[in-house]
């Protein structure tokens, strides 16, 4: 009887997706110039042209990390803003969908903020922003337009309330305090309560 244990073969499809794991972790910790090759394939237990066959160079299996990041991110932050319910409830949810994310995830979040794979050159962050921005700008327009306000100043609004939730994400992301529903909670209070005493035509006070 041999004394070297068998091998277990793995189909492609587990393949990839352990080195795609492998790949989020090194990414996470080191970035994308930081990580080598043979360190990926050391990790996962592989040789180099293992990871060639499957993404072709370090930086296919980079893309393929954010890319699969992205769109959880997305889909989750999506979900919680085409759900049926209240404005407000939808800004609740979706805060509590990048908090979830992060508390999660925090290696694909991580990934997220670094560097930008060649397919997203803008940054794969800043790609996902401008897409979660364009729904908040449809329910914000609506809300305006209910409330007699310029539907059009929708857009400007909501790129000021989604900075607002991201910014504080990359915070809560290293502090993790307080918890996620209570960091939820005065992200809408601010946004919510601002928008009840909304002026229609705001103006600076300090000039002139």
Known sequence: MSKNPRRIRITAVQRRSQLIDVGRGLFAARGLDGTTIEEIA???????????EHFGSKEGLYTR??????????????????????????????????LTYIEERTEGFRILMRDAPPSQPEGAFSTLLSQVTARV????????????????????????????????????????????????????????????????????????
């Open 42 to 52: 050391a990790v996962a237990g592989v040789s180099k042209p293992v990871i060639y």
């Open 65 to 98: 990390v954010v890319d699969h990041e992205f769109h959880l991110l997305l889909d989750s932050i999506t979900t919680a803003l085409t759900e049926e319910a209240r404005p407000r409830v939808l800004v609740e949810r979706a805060a509590l969908a990048l």
């Open 137 to 208: 700008e449809h329910i914000l327009s609506d809300e305006f337009d209910r409330r007699g306000f310029s539907a059009e100043d929708g857009a400007m609004y909501a790129q000021m309330l989604v900075g607002m939730v991201a910014m504080t994400g990359q915070w809560w992301q290293d502090s993790r305090r307080p918890d996620k529903q209570t960091v939820a909670a005065h992200l809408v209070n601010l946004a919510w309560n601002g928008l009840t005493g909304l002026q229609k035509d705001p103006e600076l006070r300090g000039q002139g």
